[in-house]
């Protein structure tokens, strides 16, 4: 599988075809933007989710903030937008949503984006904020997850961590508890660990690798 979903217009990354009868040039055939979008989102992640476990005593995040723009954030919103012509309706919404997601997540650590500072001396109503903006994510993740049933045993694994992630830490926000979140963390780890193999077994492809990665191919309908 070349892409988040297999593309209806053949294989991603083939060599363009000759130019055609009369002059004309066929249209060229695009890159597979899946690994760059699966692993901005894993590296994001990954630091994101090792905060959240308070790895070396870490408990402000805000050095995740210029990964979350331009890493997990801008390079993933491009492989959204790279997606769409390759005609992958999942992948497109998928990279596109969690693009704009960490770019959002940024902006709220951004001091003079004022959204923290609008938060100054209520500290349960930023938790109950900054929970309903995990749990929005969680309802989406979990449409995705669902949308990712058909596709491969490594993406419904994929956003099934990543559903459970965003509960947790969700629940934690509005708990206020230390424990549920950083238990998020370590979910959030595993997810990271999940999206950089899809991301790998979709470089490595069979024309220019010496071997390639299984991503357990579920069995499309065939009515």
């Known amino acids: 599988m070349s892409h988040l979903e297999k593309a209806e217009t053949g294989t991603v990354g083939a060599t363009p075809p000759r130019q055609a009868l009369g002059g004309a040039r066929a249209p060229k055939r695009l ?8 692993w901005s989102f894993a590296s994001t992640t990954l630091i994101l989710s090792l905060f959240n476990l308070q790895a070396r005593g870490i408990n402000t995040p805000n050095i995740v903030v ?4 331009f890493c997990g954030g801008l390079a993933q919103f491009l492989a959204g ?6 005609g992958n309706t999942f992948g497109a919404t998928a990279f596109t949503s969690y693009g704009a997601f960490w770019m959002s997540f940024a902006t709220i650590y951004i001091p003079n984006s004022g959204i ?3 938060y100054e001396g209520s500290p349960t109503e930023l938790a109950s904020a900054v929970g309903i ?5 969680f309802t989406v993740t979990f449409l995705l997850f669902i949308a990712a049933l058909r596709r491969s045993v490594g993406l419904c694994f994929l956003f099934g961590f990543l559903t459970i992630t965003f509960m947790l830490l969700g629940i934690g926000e509005f708990q206020a508890s230390v424990a549920t979140t950083k238990a998020g963390g370590a979910m959030g780890i595993a997810t990271a660990l999940i999206a950089y193999y899809c991301g790998m077994a979709q470089l490595l492809t069979r024309e220019d690798s010496w071997f390639t990665l299984p991503l357990g191919e579920i069995p499309k309908r065939l009515d």
């Open 133 to 137: 903006y995990l749990m929005a994510w």
């Open 66 to 69: 210029g990964m979350a723009l």
């Open 116 to 118: 923290l500072a609008a």
């Open 31 to 38: 890159a597979n933007p899946g690994p760059l979008g699966l």
């Open 81 to 86: 937008m790279w997606e769409f012509p390759a």
